[in-house]
């Protein structure tokens, strides 16, 4: 059972704006492995139709169901940004985590047989690579409740011409 | 080597067997790959002579140079065959995933000879390669084969090239798809069927290291930011259905069988309508930034519910060619045609041909009988029940379906030989290809590329349209400069499909298209994933020599100068309304252009090709077989 959480932030895409072009996978690849390989993204795009596409990443739930499947308590989830981290000594490439994960945000290298999975960049000046790297803007580094602000003002302001004329402008002063 | 495997895969469907080839450095900097690649590769392994649809004639597939890679719009791959429309090369690109798999799977490029006994789906699993018996895929279309090949592998990144119920029946245009992309035009599908070849699926897992990543990624970083900006909004915004206003208000928009260039419907074909009123999401080929796919669906009437990518060619000529200004319409068509694998643009002009044939009186209504309309239909320009009904027989290849699945060419000749009539007039192909969007009688130097396309008419393959409608020439009239503008034009689409890259990219480097604007980064793209030191003026023998070993193809197939002409019509009946009328091309006219252009290329005065030129481009064993 996932338990996502709107305190932590994580990569977040846009279905209406993403066209699927893998971009994403290219560049996360690279900057974790040097290669480009998409087997080897902690982004993956899915397309599922002609039109139904978006890319998936770790949504850093809360009591991640990652970490509690892990039989070797080799998954750990930093307290303060929820991102997941792996300790290579004691993970085995046993996959408990990978089919603990609703949103299939994990995978196993076969070579460095280790857990793999988004870090949101951490270790990079600039951010998330994907986010900086996608041409539509459908990425983001963001919580859902963030999210959630957004669709609420976006929903009012979608009804604002139908709300305005009937509210009397009042001149104002200041 | 970068960018390269060095390794061609060869698979034998008779034999059941496969080998590896390896190419030298040397041969890679002279066909990089796309186009140009399989084009040589088809050179270097078909039966010359043989028929299109024998085992002799192969199927190649070249990968791009930039597959795999962040380069903006590298994904692409080259298909050639002997084409069955033409008899010539048939050269097609596709973009998407499929190249991508293939570059990690280790091959450079792929060869199926001879024809397997039994239906058949080729697995390319890295570097193991499984026969796997096709039978269940029968009958499906192009993404249900797709999908059903992912379900059974249980992988999703399993990528595959496919043909669907057109290419089973060997409907002759039929196409391959991969991942809603199709390699179109010359027939690949029906090649494909002759070999009882359903698809071709990869998985590749290796990563895929370039000569120097840094650099690649910041020009590939800067390119992709770029293509946001006005030089693709045409492609992101409306795609290339915008061409159908355009074109209309110059004349050229091919109306009822390009009788005319205008047509009185316009407004409720255009890409601007389709944008307000069917499109429903805007998609890309892998590793595209610009994304120009209008995926569009019909939204009321019998056909609500199909959907697929809409773009100006398949467009006009399932709807203004067709007299239909219903948009619904124009996307069943071409659902029809892209669900069942076969070629938009072909299909409806072969439909056009069929209604001006009727509307002579040469076709009655008991030639369209179907299970559906046991009667028959009447095929009248403008009826969108009756051309639906007709794509669906030839889908089927059902009653008369059978005849215009051959395309026009064929079917004209047929019908010209068992009833005495002249439908040849109106029967618009030049080599046996229907031609291109273009009204060429009012675009003189796109008449002459129209003409000596080596695929036959093609917009892809020449942009001489491009002097005409820019106003750099006189679009009416022809004068000595038209030679080297066609050799020009066909040698620049050459360089990206040779790379391959999407030409919409081709303003995005420094915002100027021309040879100044793109070469310069186009040359660090190449120098930065392959690790080679190529030099601005390597790039135009990159075009020339792509354009050169496809026109050594046909020569070998038994071209000659009078193949190189036009569809009758373009050639005899001028137009009579709107900006373009009075306008046609005359015998006198193509000729006179065929020499300039023949000239400007460096052949003989009959088209050929000096030993001294194929050996200059560094193919010595060409200019031995077919050199003058």
């Known amino acids: 059972m996932t338990t996502t959480t709107s305190k932590f932030k994580n990569i977040e895409c846009d279905p209406d704006l993403c066209i699927g072009c893998q971009i994403c996978e290219y560049v996360c690849s690279y900057t974790k492995t040097g290669e480009y390989n998409t087997y080897r993204s902690r982004i993956r795009t899915v397309r599922v139709d002609e039109v139904l596409i978006t890319a998936m990443a770790c949504r850093t739930c809360d009591n991640a169901p990652c970490v509690t499947a892990c039989p070797q308590d080799a998954l750990s989830q930093d307290p303060a940004t929820g991102i997941i981290h792996i300790n290579a000594q004691k993970c085995d490439a046993c996959a408990w985590c990978v089919e603990a994960c609703d949103f299939g945000a994990i995978s196993i290298n076969p070579e460095s047989r280790l857990a793999e999975i988004c870090d949101q960049c951490e270790d990079q000046e600039d951010g998330p690579q994907c986010v900086l790297w996608c041409p539509k803007e459908a990425l983001k580094l963001t919580t859902p409740e963030q999210e959630a602000q957004k669709a609420r003002r976006e929903a009012l302001k979608s009804i604002k011409n139908e709300v305005l004329p009937k509210i009397p402008l009042k001149e104002t002063t200041c | ?628």
């Open chain 2, 1 to 628: 080597m970068f960018g390269y495997s060095g390794k061609v895969l060869h698979i034998d469907l008779t034999e059941r067997k496969t080998w590896v080839e390896e190419k030298t450095e040397d041969w890679y900097k002279l066909w990089i790959g796309g186009v140009s690649m399989a084009s040589r590769l088809c050179w270097e392994n078909i039966k010359p002579g043989c028929d299109a649809y024998s085992p002799e004639n192969p199927v190649c597939i070249a990968n791009g140079v930039f597959a795999g890679t962040p380069v903006p719009v590298g994904g692409k791959y080259g298909l050639a065959s002997k084409s069955p429309m033409t008899g010539f090369i048939g050269d097609s690109l596709s973009g998407s995933w499929f190249s991508i798999a293939l570059k990690r799977a280790g091959w450079d490029a792929v060869v199926i000879h001879g024809a397997s006994e039994s239906w058949v789906n080729v697995f390319i699993d890295d570097q193991r390669v499984e026969f796997r018996d096709a039978t269940k895929l029968l009958g499906l279309g192009t993404f249900e084969t797709e999908e059903a090949i992912r379900e059974a592998l249980a992988d999703d990144q399993v990528r595959s090239a496919t043909i669907g119920p057109a290419g089973e029946k060997m409907v002759r245009y039929a196409n391959v798809t991969n991942d809603g992309r199709q390699a179109g035009r010359t027939g690949h599908g029906s090649v494909w069927g002759s070999k009882k070849l359903k698809a071709v699926s990869v998985r590749g897992t290796h990563g895929i290291q370039v000569a120097d990543p840094k650099t690649l990624n910041e020009l590939s970083f800067n390119i992709t930011k770029e293509a946001q900006g006005p030089h693709t909004s045409k492609y992101r915004i409306l795609g290339t259905s915008t061409n159908v206003l355009n074109l209309n208000k110059l004349g050229l928009l091919p109306t009822r069988n390009y009788q005319e260039g205008v047509f009185e419907g316009v407004e409720t074909i255009s890409g601007e309508f389709l944008h307000e009123h069917n499109k429903v999401k805007t998609i890309a080929c892998a590793q595209c930034p610009i994304a120009c796919e209008q995926m569009s669906m019909v939204k009321a009437g019998p056909w609500t519910g199909a959907m697929t990518g809409i773009e100006y060619e398949c467009l006009f000529a399932n709807s203004s060619n067709l007299g239909i200004d219903d948009i619904n319409t124009a996307i069943k068509l071409i659902h029809i045609a892209d669900s069942s694998g076969m070629d938009a643009m072909s299909m409806g002009i072969t439909i056009s041909w069929a209604m001006e044939t009727f509307e002579k009186g040469i076709f009655k209504k008991e030639d369209f009988k179907c299970e559906k309309f046991p009667e028959g239909f009447e095929l009248t320009f403008g009826n969108s029940e009756a051309a639906v009904a007709t794509a669906e027989m030839i889908r089927d290849r059902e009653g008369i379906g059978k005849l215009l699945g051959e395309g026009t060419r064929i079917a004209s000749l047929t019908i010209d030989e068992q009833r005495g009539s002249e439908t040849y007039k109106w029967a618009m192909h030049s080599k046996g290809l229907e031609p291109a969007g273009y009204e060429a009688r009012g675009l003189k130097t796109f008449s002459l590329g129209s003409a000596v396309g080596t695929r036959g008419p093609c917009h892809n393959r020449t942009a001489a349209y491009d002097p005409d409608i820019q106003g750099e020439v006189d679009r009416f009239s022809v004068d000595e400069k038209r030679g080297m503008l066609a050799k020009d034009t066909e040698e620049y689409a050459a360089v990206y499909d040779t790379l391959p890259l999407c030409k919409f990219i081709r303003r995005c480097f420094t915002g100027k298209a021309d040879r100044a604007g793109a070469w310069p980064t186009i040359v660090k793209l190449i120098n930065a994933t392959t690790g080679w030191d190529l030099k601005y003026e390597d790039i135009d023998p990159i075009g020339e020599r792509a354009h050169t070993i496809k026109k050594a193809f046909n020569i070998r197939e038994g071209w000659k100068r009078s193949d190189d002409t036009l569809p009758y019509r373009w050639m005899h009946d001028p137009m009579t309304k709107g900006p373009s009328a009075g306008h046609f091309t005359s015998e006198e006219e193509l000729e006179y252009m065929k020499d300039t252009y023949y000239e400007a290329k460096g052949w003989t005065k009959e088209g050929l090709i000096p030993k001294s030129k194929l050996i200059e481009l560094g193919m010595p064993d060409v200019a031995e077989q077919i050199g003058v």
